[in-house]
């Protein structure tokens, strides 16, 4: 069994309540759970949250719930604590961690990130990269990249522009980390005993952690947009995206609320 986890927490300090912001009349949250309802790998879908805000909201669009710690301090931690409180869900032999901001994920993206744990035994963990085409994308400490082998295995990820090149690139020749993640069931049980680690306090990266602890990350390439909302203008290109995906002119976007919360 493979079960999809969106860990969903209410306030956020740079766009506080942005799960229910409302675009194109949908909620992120909403958009984002839908996506995941397109996946042919996913057995279950929940979403996690300690909030009864965001439990209203998600059982008012239809979705499921489990209640989670209030004490959780990242979507990782958060999902592990929603196996403790389903004990059921932890016979899943695959968990896809979605973050809730992250409302254009494709179903294909998270079918393939379940596809690579099924295909290699030896990994323990799945995510996500798509082909950076801008040099200001490449070079901004707020997009994470990530270098991988000739085999498909996560080599490093860091804030900084890699790999470097010593020749004048035409294009930049990175790829940009997606925050999804696939990992193995007793992995994730594990995680809340594993110590931090220097690379990953350096660069505020958790997945370093991992790596320098010798856990195998398998990674796909994918096109996704990659958007995730984070500020009010996020959240302006994702109503864009979303018009102009519909095939209709920017001037019906005034009749939808915009930056509204359920």
Request: net charge negative; aromatic share 6%; proline share 5%.
């Amino acid at each position: 069994m493979t079960i999809c986890i969106i860990p969903a927490r209410l306030h956020s300090t740079r766009f506080p309540q942005k799960l229910l912001a409302m675009a194109c009349g949908k909620s992120v949250l909403q958009r984002t759970y839908e996506c995941a309802l397109g996946c042919k790998k996913i057995d279950e879908l929940w979403v996690a949250t300690d909030h009864p805000q965001i439990a209203d909201h998600v059982q008012g669009f239809g979705g499921k719930i489990i209640w989670t710690s209030e004490s959780c301090q990242n979507g990782t931690e958060r999902i592990a604590d929603a196996l403790q409180k389903e004990p059921r869900l932890q016979q899943a032999k695959i968990v896809i961690n979605l973050q809730g901001d992250h409302p254009q994920t494709s179903p294909n993206t998270i079918d393939q990130i379940a596809q690579l744990l099924i295909d290699d035994s030896e990994a323990s963990i799945s995510t996500a990269v798509r082909p950076i085409r801008s040099w200001e994308d490449f070079s901004s400490p707020h997009i994470v990249k990530c270098v991988f082998d000739l085999q498909g295995r996560a080599l490093y990820f860091s804030r900084a522009p890699i790999p470097y090149s010593k020749k004048e690139c035409v294009q930049p020749c990175g790829f940009q980390h997606i925050g999804i993640y696939g990992y193995r069931t007793a992995f994730l049980m594990q995680i809340a005993s594993m110590q931090d680690t220097g690379l990953q306090r350096s660069e505020d990266l958790e997945q370093l952690r991992f790596l320098e602890l010798g856990y195998n990350i398998k990674v796909a390439v994918v096109e996704d947009e990659a958007l995730g909302v984070d500020t009010p203008q996020d959240l302006e290109k994702l109503e864009r995206m979303i018009l102009c995906q519909l095939n209709i002119s920017s001037s019906p976007a005034e009749s939808f609320p915009r930056l509204e919360k359920v």
